[in-house]
């Protein structure tokens, strides 16, 4: 976006230093390449900066009202409800396309937001690969609210464990090591010390929780939650204890704040920088311009679900209205320019909230494609996950 530094990039760009880069990042797994890693991160200014943090600031002072702890109460499914809910989400994520104005201003529009953790380890590792092979100008960073590397880690560290020893705690996930995301896992168990576990493995004895380490019985004390419920009912994978119960053990990241911070919370944002968004169960009328609309299920992942191409017939047709919302479409911006085209970016802000919700890093998915994602960029380059360098 700021044109010398990206003049200065693509110039010394090497496809061998790319591929070195790409080689050391996946010797987490054996060399096995489980998601795109796009070419290059953004560089953004200062302006566009400020812009991302006062709308993420907005939104996250919203989400510490009375008013939205009202709202959102029933946003958790009854028959998923998970008891001893804290007071506030631990990890907090803002998702923003990045569109232009009517003035050419770059600017960002609210997508997604997500009470449950993102790639923290994996961005870090991004950061540290991304200045071993490429040159990043001087005084942009990754990283906010004034921290560096080994800040954002005892922070991280900290949140994930609590007051517990790391072998007392662990992430938790549906068969850890066949995810997309399991090279975060891996820097994780690397940097915090804790294991990746399966929730198959987890055995139950009266409300306590054990995990088997190196054939050890070990107590649970604290779980990293990854588990996504609608990939756990899909799977229909039988475990040994029920999240419904009472148990003896801490949540880094409670699962019912995956439901309470979700496109659940869309339609109640206001801003110049949200979309119209509507429950549409709540729709008297519907919008004269369908076309510029997206329906989103409220509980998918992934973007699972999503329809792009809305008209009153496909809306009518829904039984359960109450499990939908209606969006109103952004237009990306083309921002990143790359050998053949320009590319659309989408930026994740990264919150933890131990005392207090704390910006502390960001995640950059960037497309060429009718939407993000992989079924929309096969064949293509210059394209996928990277991170955002501000001043």
Same mark, same amino acid.
């Given at each position: ?39 290059? @991160? /953004? #560089? ?9 943090? =006062?709308?993420? %600031?907005? $939104?996250? *002072? ?8 009202k ?6 499914p ?10 506030? @989400? /631990? #990890?907090l ?8 104005? =009517?003035?050419g %201003?770059? $600017?960002? *529009? ?13 961005q ?12 990043? @100008? ?16 005892? $922070? ?41 576990v399966?929730i ?12 088997r ?179």
């Amino acid at each position: 976006m700021i044109a010398s530094i990206r003049k200065n990039f693509n110039y010394s760009f090497s496809e061998n230093i790319y591929k070195k880069y790409i080689q050391e990042l996946w010797r987490w797994t054996g060399g096995e390449e489980d998601f795109r890693v796009c070419e290059t @991160p /953004l #560089f953004i200014d200062a302006a566009l900066t400020e812009k991302l943090v =006062s709308a993420s %600031e907005e $939104i996250v *002072k919203f989400l510490m009202t009375d008013e939205f702890k009202k709202l959102s109460s029933n946003a958790v499914p009854l028959n998923l409800n998970v008891p001893n809910e804290d007071s506030h @989400p /631990l #990890f907090l994520q803002v998702d923003f396309a990045i569109t232009q104005n =009517s003035n050419g %201003e770059f $600017i960002p *529009k609210l997508i997604e937001l997500q009470g449950f953790p993102s790639l923290y380890s994996f961005q870090a590792e991004l950061d540290r690969l991304n200045r071993k092979y490429y040159q990043i @100008p001087e005084g942009f960073y990754t990283y906010f609210s004034n921290l560096n590397e080994y800040d954002y880690f005892s $922070i991280l560290r900290k949140a994930i464990l609590g007051e517990h020893e790391p072998e007392n705690v662990i992430l938790l996930e549906i068969q850890p090591h066949n995810q997309k995301t399991r090279i975060d896992f891996y820097i994780t168990e690397k940097f915090i010390g804790i294991k990746s576990v399966c929730i198959t493995e987890i055995e139950k004895s009266g409300k306590k929780l054990f995990y088997r380490n190196n054939s050890k019985k070990v107590e649970i004390k604290r779980i990293y939650n990854r588990v996504i419920f609608d990939e756990l009912i899909r799977k229909q994978l039988k475990y040994n204890f029920d999240f419904r119960d009472e148990l003896e053990v801490e949540w880094a990241g409670h699962p019912n704040w995956f439901f309470k911070i979700s496109k659940h919370t869309l339609p109640l944002i206001k801003g110049s920088f949200a979309p119209e968004c509507f429950y549409l169960n709540q729709i008297i009328n519907y919008p004269g311009d369908l076309e510029n609309y997206v329906l989103k299920p409220l509980y998918s992942f992934a973007g699972s679900g999503v329809m792009v191409d809305v008209n009153k017939e496909l809306l009518d047709s829904i039984n359960d209205k109450e499990n939908y919302i209606l969006q109103q479409k952004v237009e990306y911006a083309p921002l990143i320019e790359t050998p053949d085209q320009y590319s659309r970016a989408e930026i994740r802000m990264m919150y933890i909230w131990i005392d207090k919700p704390t910006l502390v890093n960001n995640l950059l998915r960037t497309s060429k494609g009718k939407m993000m994602g992989v079924d929309f960029n096969k064949g293509k380059t210059w394209v996928g996950s990277n991170i955002v360098y501000h001043p």
